[in-house]
């Protein structure tokens, strides 16, 4: 029998996923379908209009974002430009580096590496989005 807990990720979806929070959440979705491609999944907004939780799809990847709030779980979160950097930075598998850097330069992204050849394979470039948080997009995919 397979252990769930280490069982590989299914070929459609992988089964770790990003979460993240936004000052401003709603700005966030849209600066990331815009500038990197992603698509809205789902999103839930409460009563005042302000976005509790999102889901955001590029190729069969996901993440999850929402508003920063005073929760139990935001109380152990920080903002990257809360502490003036990232502890963690999200790479992302795309057919096309080019393309896709075409695509974020044109929607006046902070471009903080450029594209260009890697040594272990692949094109790779690293942005950073509004509020702080650093995306890297590339052709080098670990698994193949």
Known sequence: MTDPNTAKASRTHGNIIPALHYDDAKAAI?????????????????????????????????IMLGQARDSTYGKLTRRPNDIGGVTQSIYIIVPDADLHYARAVAASTEIVMPLEEQDYGGKVYSARDPEGHIWSFGTYDPFG
């Open 30 to 62: 849209e600066f990331l379908c815009r500038a990197f491609g992603f698509e809205k999944h789902a999103i839930y907004q409460n009563e005042d209009g302000i976005v509790e939780h999102a889901e955001l799809v590029l190729g069969n990847g996901m």
